[in-house]
């Protein structure tokens, strides 16, 4: 018996084994959805096929989401391989590496329209053609988001406007969806050193910093986010849509790092 038992759904973002939608993947099957797969690329169907191979997945799919064709063939597929659609995850983001760092005002309007596309605009096209599949299954879809929409992030730059931008796409999308039923939710996680976070200089900085300010006193693991994604995709979270929820152990409710201040204290 699992939470997820008799459902279907699609995730979009495994690049590798340390994708966070792979641990998202593992947690939903554990509980015994059936899952579906994308890859963006030939090299990343190589990696793709085989992780869903081993839980017991084939329907592994092309799609770059920067295409509507794609998107439409994606989920013309989908309807032909099962018919329906109980939920979807969405675990993608992406902006030109030379605009994730130096001043957020050299931003080109290319670069800060890509970013929007990919990893906002992303959401609302998959959400509007998963509709007709999702069509009265009280459907969940979800998407990753980080504390950099919320508060500036040094380097992070486009990206936390981007990323302000889904969680804001979260909020119009629950509004549209509420009245047919289905859920749309976010999770906002703490750093985990994957493909898109080893592209980035001080990731390591980045992640010294959120061991020493949390409660937890730790980071937060691909397991603690997929036990949430569970949550979120499962009748466990019926009462909840729109909502922006933190695995982060606890990073974004402090202001200083308790450590810090009582070592300045002790200096005093
Ligand atoms: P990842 O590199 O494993 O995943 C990113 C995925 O985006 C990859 O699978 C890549 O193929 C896909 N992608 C990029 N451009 C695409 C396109 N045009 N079409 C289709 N797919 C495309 O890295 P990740 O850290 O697992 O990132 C997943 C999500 O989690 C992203 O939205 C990211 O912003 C978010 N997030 C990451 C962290 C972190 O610290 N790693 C923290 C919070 C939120
Ligand atoms: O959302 C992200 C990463 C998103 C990302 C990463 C890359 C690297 C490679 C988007 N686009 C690209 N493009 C590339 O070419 N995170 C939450 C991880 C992350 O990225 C940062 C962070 C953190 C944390 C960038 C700067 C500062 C902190």
């Excluded at 995730?11 to 993947?25: F, K, L, T």
Aim: proline share 3%; net charge negative; with cysteine.
């Amino acid at each position: 018996m699992g939470l997820m038992d008799g459902k279907r759904g699609l995730v979009v973002g495994v690049a590798n084994e340390r994708s966070i939608a792979w641990g998202i993947a593992q947690s939903l099957h554990r509980d015994g959805a059936e899952l579906a797969f994308t890859y963006l690329n030939e090299s990343l169907e190589k990696r793709v096929r085989p992780l869903a191979k081993s839980i017991g997945s084939n329907v592994v799919l092309p799609c770059d989401v920067g295409s509507d064709d794609d998107i439409k063939a994606l989920f013309q597929s989908l309807k032909e391989e099962w018919g329906s659609l109980d939920f979807l995850v969405h675990s993608v983001a992406f902006a030109n590496k030379d605009e994730l760092k130096g001043a957020f005002y050299n931003t080109s309007r290319e670069g800060f329209a890509l970013a929007h596309d990919i990893s906002a605009y992303s959401l609302v096209a998959l959400t509007r053609e998963a509709l007709p599949l999702m069509e009265g299954r009280n459907g969940s879809i979800i998407t990753m988001t980080y504390y950099g929409a919320e508060k500036v992030m040094p380097n992070y730059n486009v990206m936390g406007v981007a990323k302000a931008s889904l969680e804001a796409s979260v909020r119009y999308l629950a509004a549209d969806l509420g009245p047919i039923g289905h859920r749309i939710n976010a999770i906002s996680a703490g750093p985990v050193r994957t493909l898109a976070a080893a592209g980035i200089g001080d990731f390591r900085k980045i992640q010294r910093v959120n061991e020493l300010r949390t409660p937890h006193g730790r980071l937060v693991t691909l397991k603690e986010i997929g036990g949430t994604a569970l949550y979120l995709c499962s009748d466990a979270s019926t009462g909840m849509t729109g909502e922006i929820l933190h695995v982060d152990c606890g990073f974004h409710v402090m202001s200083l790092s308790i450590n810090e201040a009582l070592h300045m204290s002790s200096e005093s």
